[in-house]
């Protein structure tokens, strides 16, 4: 409805995956990727395609940029630095014959860069120099993933702080408590601050089409302390209009002690009843869409993000006549 211009990337379903994020949570040392279940339509660009596009319209080449360019200029610059990188296992080796190794896997874009990255990894073939190592092709070969074994410790020798430890009060971070500090004198003690909040079954929107999942008591509820609830004249299962300065929306009170006085609690991934989602399931328990209460000019200045929690909020019941 906003854009002027629609780059629709290949669905989940139409594009190979590597879990990178959520090896963060693992228990053992795992790799697994995943080929693509569906091809892509021949006119239908990949999404590493559209995003190096942007990145050459953004340097100033032009709308008709070819997005292999851009990935070329991408990976010439990861392996540059992998040859003169000291703790690389292809440090010192000839460009020409690593380039030569590369090109007979007529590989490009992300997946390029991953062979590249798993072949000069700790587990990494090193282009030869290691037999028993892996690339991409081995995952390929696992479908299921291949296990490592358990984690081992890597700290400090992953550290690459000028300290050489895990610094945990940079010079940046604080420099910037004083703006904490004054912020925290400029709280309105009288206001309420509406903050987010997930379910198991319900992770960001996509599971609201899941039929199983969404059985049992509505989770779109606005979470309010009974202190909150009386001083606002709003009863548990009634409506209550949520204003910020930015936009309002109605939503269905929960009151709760498990929440502080002077806070209130909306799930974010709702508002499914907007024309067009095409979800039949989620509409119909379609919440409401928390973003609309977002302030596009509240921003955190020393990460750039968005301010999508504590937000000063007005709260009144909503009477049906």
Request: hydrophobic share 40%; net charge negative; aromatic share 4%.
């Amino acid at each position: 409805r906003h854009a002027d211009v629609i780059l629709p990337p290949p669905s989940h379903l139409e594009r190979s995956h590597y879990d990178m994020v959520f090896t963060a949570f693992s228990i053992r040392n795992v790799a697994n990727f995943s080929e693509a279940v569906f091809e892509r339509e021949a006119d239908q660009p990949d999404e590493w395609q559209i995003l190096a596009k942007l990145a050459g319209i953004a340097q100033g080449a032009g709308a008709d940029v070819d997005p292999a360019v851009i990935d070329e200029y991408i990976f010439g610059s990861l392996l540059s630095n992998l040859l003169k990188d000291k703790s690389s296992p292809i440090h010192g080796r000839s460009e020409e014959e690593i380039r030569d190794l590369v090109d007979a896997t007529q590989l490009n874009g992300p997946e390029r860069i991953l062979d590249t990255l798993l072949r000069t990894g700790p587990y990494g073939e090193a282009f030869g120099a290691n037999p028993k190592g892996i690339n991409l092709q081995t995952l390929r070969d696992q479908p299921h993933g291949v296990d490592f074994g358990a984690l081992e410790p890597r700290i400090p020798e992953v550290l690459r702080t000028p300290s050489g430890k895990v610094e945990l009060a940079p010079t940046e971070l604080l420099a910037d408590l004083d703006r904490l500090k004054e912020a925290m004198h400029q709280v309105d003690v009288d206001g309420l601050l509406l903050v987010g909040r997930r379910h198991l079954r319900s992770n960001n929107s996509w599971m609201h089409n899941v039929s199983v999942l969404m059985k049992g008591k509505p989770r779109c509820t606005l979470l309010m302390h009974p202190e909150d609830a009386t001083r606002a004249g709003v009863v548990d299962g009634g409506n209550a209009r949520i204003t910020s300065r930015v936009g309002s929306i109605v939503a269905v009170v929960e009151i709760t002690q498990n929440i502080r006085p002077r806070v209130v609690s909306l799930p974010h991934g709702w508002g499914h009843g907007v024309s067009g989602t095409k979800m039949t399931i989620a509409a119909e328990r379609a919440g409401v869409n928390s973003n609309v209460l977002t302030d596009e000019d509240q921003m955190d200045p020393l990460s750039g993000t968005s301010v999508l929690n504590g937000i000063p909020v007005h709260i009144e019941a909503v009477i049906h006549s």
